[in-house]
DNA sequence: CGCGTGATTGAAAAGCATCAACCCAAGTGG
DNA sequence: CCACTTGGGTTGATGCTTTTCAATCACGCG
């Protein structure tokens, strides 16, 4: 048998999948669509017709202010479902993003309706893991309000390690992380001034190193130590 | 007929709810309890047996950091469910604390699978209620990473007095917000002193009044201009 | 080679935190 | 009835964190 996908890997970070439903997932995303970077998924405001579900790449969630400001308020990983919500809300309330070029599957929103109706044990799952996105969130909020700048980003460097090592895309204490500091600055609510200031820092205080587009964690501990990380907001089994 | 309570009220935002689910409703949320202030509902790490629902009163989701700093990331006003993740989440990772005297529904947690078992239209209405405390969510990670102490607040209060316009509790551009400057501090993400000085500020700009627990909103178009506030994220019909 | 995007660094200023006092009003107990 | 206490609000002074502005650097690409 073939090494199931991100989507399917991630779900089962929640509990065993039926053979059916599995085979079931299989089929569905079994085509993907690619999509190039910086490449809108959907736009605030829209009321589209398609979810969307990562496979690869990376994407985010994100709002702009009044004055132009970006924020980002989550990033989509492989396995990640991208716009569950729209089966209940009729309007987006934010804009989707993909930050590198993806893989990304396209389903009709009605397929959300089949799941609830039909397979109550996969529409348990995409509950859990929409609460799980929801908790990240509360995290991200903990994070940006109460820490400065140094664990604030090395906060989010353990996070990202325990999402990308849940679908198999870490090696080690090192990922591929390929976006630009300008990103890194409007997740954090940090200027790229200071994103890059920050960063050196913590490169010379041997925390985390940041080079093409890949992180290296020398002591994964002592991160999460440096951070004040809990891993249990995610909610992995 | 009497008057709904703001739990049914609220999920009346959603949609008109079948006769027997809101006489449903009315029969399991008739005997609240009553809670002090500064109490915790539930404590991060809790597996609990109950799940709560605001019928009076305001509450709050925190979380401290390790460093003992304290980060609201919800206010629950009344009509508010307070924790319907627990029926998917096994352990709780924050805590609740009521910040005035509260009346609070207390059903036991076997009662969300009986709804999501037997009362579909109940089920997409809390599922309704869910995704948009989660949105919430979302805007105030926008509001505290991207604006400045005044507007910050200012959008805040913008949207409370929305919430609290739905279920009635407005009275022109006034409403009860009986909290102490730390509280608001810890949800704002500043100190306390950095509170009152823009609060004072807000005031001599004639934008917001705060005395005795009471917010009083001269022009509130203006207050929604200055803070950029647009309130199609609270998803209200 | 020149161009553009992103990364890096320095200098100055803004925004906010912290520390420390002090005020005020509502209890509380003698 | 009044002195005392206490929790929260207010204000000033000072310093740290972060932003902004501006310039420079590195590198891939037509």
Chains 1, 2 share one sequence.
Request: proline share 5%; net charge negative; hydrophobic share 40%.
């Amino acid at each position: 048998m073939t090494t199931p996908n991100a989507f399917i890997r991630k779900l089962q970070g929640f509990g065993p999948l039926g053979a059916d439903d599995r085979q079931w997932l299989e089929s569905i995303t079994s085509t993907p669509n690619v999509f190039a970077a910086d490449e809108d998924l959907v736009r605030e405001g829209d009321n589209p017709e398609v979810v969307h579900v990562m496979l690869d790449g990376f994407a985010a969630r994100y709002k702009l202010t009044a004055e132009g400001r970006r924020q980002i308020f989550a990033y989509l990983v492989p396995g990640d479902f991208c716009d569950l919500h729209i089966a209940v809300l009729k309007r987006l309330d934010h804009s989707i993003t993909t930050l590198t070029s993806c893989k990304i599957v396209r389903l009709p929103s009605k397929i959300i309706r089949e799941i609830t109706a039909q397979r109550p044990e996969l529409t348990r799952a995409l509950w859990w893991s929409s609460l799980v996105d929801e908790a990240i969130l509360r995290e991200w909020l903990v994070n940006i309000g109460q820490r400065r700048a140094e664990p604030r980003i090395a906060h989010l460097l353990c996070e990202l390690h325990v999402r990308l090592n849940a679908v198999g895309l870490t090696d080690d204490g090192s990922f591929e992380l390929p976006f630009t500091q300008e990103e890194l600055a409007d997740t954090m609510a940090l200027s790229t001034v200071h994103i890059n200031r920050t960063l050196k820092e913590l490169r010379e205080e041997g925390l985390a190193t940041w080079r093409s587009g890949r992180i290296i964690i020398p002591d994964m501990e002592r991160l999460k130590e440096y951070s004040g990380f809990n891993p249990s907001y995610l909610h992995i089994r």
